[in-house]
């Protein structure tokens, strides 16, 4: 590790901070943030930035100081990593790479939005599929697309059972599901503390 890397890992912490981030970006080989002029170019050419409150700078500053609420914010997850701020970047730094990571981050330590993690859990734990046709619930979509002429199941996942069950192999050996399962156990224990501060007031 060079040495500004060794510095932007190891430098001051402040309470509400930590230096995981930092961390992870060098493993990743991502410190190049640190030649970062705020020159703006990746927030102005940002179409996401331009339609919501997403600022590609904001975030990427957050995780330079290693303030972890940007794991939180749904700011990183507004991005849509089209590499526009990367292409237009006079620095060359790869800020979607960056990102990326800041999401792998927050899934790691179980900060994932309700929405993904809903069609997560359709897909990997009940039909390998973000569009479950085949649930009992789901009676009604069948019965449309036999008065179409179609079979009862598309073509997909839903019509082949050893597929899905491959497919379940696949994320328990990735350890993916061992991802999800820690993304859901934060839930519940962020929903249990938020009904606990309302009791109490």
């Known amino acids: 590790m060079s040495d500004n890397v060794e510095k932007y890992v190891k430098r001051k912490v402040f309470r509400g901070t930590s230096d995981r981030i930092s961390k ?4 990743a080989g991502l410190e190049k943030i640190r030649s970062c002029i705020n020159c703006g170019t990746c927030t102005g050419s940002c179409p996401s930035g331009r339609r919501t409150a997403y600022r590609t700078r904001v975030a990427i500053r957050k995780a330079l100081r290693g303030d972890v609420s940007v ?5 990183i997850w507004l991005c849509s990593t089209c590499y526009y701020c990367y ?3 006079p620095r060359d730094i790869p800020v979607t790479d960056m ?5 792998n981050i927050a899934v790691e330590e179980g900060h994932i939005l309700d929405n993904h993690l809903g069609l997560a859990d359709a897909i990997f734990y009940k039909t390998c599929h973000g569009v479950p046709a085949n649930q ?3 009676q009604k979509w069948r019965d449309l697309r036999e008065s179409y002429g179609l ?3 598309p073509p997909t996942v839903h019509s082949y059972p050893e597929a899905v069950d491959e497919c379940h192999k696949l994320m328990e050996m990735t ?12 839930k519940a224990q962020e929903r249990k503390e938020k009904e606990e501060s309302k009791e109490e007031n």
């Open 24 to 27: 992870k970006f060098a493993e």
């Open 71 to 75: 794991l939180e914010d749904i700011d």
């Open 87 to 89: 292409e237009r970047c």
């Open 99 to 103: 990102i990326i990571k800041l999401r």
């Open 136 to 138: 009992p619930d789901q």
């Open 151 to 153: 079979p009862p199941l």
């Open 175 to 186: 350890g993916f599901r061992k991802l999800l399962d820690h993304a859901q156990e934060v």
